[in-house]
């Protein structure tokens, strides 16, 4: 009884496992930060390509025109499970944040969806100003 026991657990470990490793679907994807738009309707985007093995390139924007405020990104990433570990630029700029002033982000950094989630987050939230918190999200 307890192989029996043992054997379902396993199964049904693995396969939630499985079942959480999609693969990355590449093309035209939602891009967003919170501080221009909640606009469901209207979020900016990002294009994923696959450029190798397991290996992708992410370039994309959201920008609010009448304000001047933005967020782009590019550069590569690797998927593993829920996680894309990018390498590349972010940068944001929001007029009442960082006194109006782009916030730059280069190098490694964790995009993961945690949960249910069917995004994936920023983990390293934290804008240039030292106080305000940036959700940059890719769907």
Known sequence: MRKLILMLFLLIVTFRVTAQLKPIRTGVHSFTIQWISF????????????????KYSIEGEQRNKLKKDYVTIKGT???????LYFDGKIVSRV?????????????????KASGARK???????????GIST????IF
């Open 39 to 54: 606009d469901i309707k209207n979020p900016g985007t990002a294009t994923i390509k696959a450029i190798g093995k397991g």
């Open 77 to 83: 990433f690797e998927a593993d499970g829920r996680q």
């Open 95 to 111: 007029s009442y944040i960082n006194n109006g002033q782009p916030c730059e982000s280069n190098g490694p950094a964790v995009f």
């Open 119 to 129: 995004y994936w987050r920023l983990q390293q939230m934290l804008n240039c100003d």
């Open 134 to 137: 940036d959700y940059i999200d």
